[in-house]
Nanobody, 114 residues
Framework: VQLVESGGGLVQPGGSLRLSCAAS????????MTWYRQAPGKERELVAV????????NYADSVKGRFTISRDNVKNTVYLQMNSLKPEDTAVYYC????????WGQGTQVTVSS
């Protein structure tokens, strides 16, 4: 089982990034997928979640209107489009797969700074 995040990096405030999480080794289409993030010295927090079929999404209040979660059940990949980034979005971003088992990726660093 693997969840491999990519797409992180350094971006200026107001900029955009698109994170990807490629899944393998399990039946991706049956799993709810969630993006979490953890900033230094803070607890891990939920950012966005998408249902197994992709027909339902939910977001943390802090990212509503700026971030969009989506998935491709053919490519076994979940995405997080992040627009209008703020310095407070700086964190390690993790993807999570949850059904009757729970899987985590290794994380990708997002730094928003001028």
């Amino acid at each position: 089982v693997q969840l491999v995040e990519s797409g992180g990096g350094l971006v200026q405030p107001g900029g955009s990034l698109r994170l990807s999480c490629a899944a393998s080794g399990f039946t991706f289409s049956r799993y709810t997928m969630t993006w979490y993030r953890q900033a230094p010295g803070k607890e891990r927090e939920l950012v966005a979640v998408i249902s197994s079929a992709g027909d339902s999404t939910n977001y943390a209040d802090s990212v509503k209107g700026r971030f969009t979660i989506s998935r491709d059940n053919v490519k076994n990949t979940v995405y997080l489009q992040m627009n209008s980034l703020k310095p407070e979005d700086t964190a390690v971003y993790y993807c999570n797969a949850r059904w009757y088992k729970n899987y985590w990726g290794q994380g990708t660093q997002v730094t928003v700074s001028s």
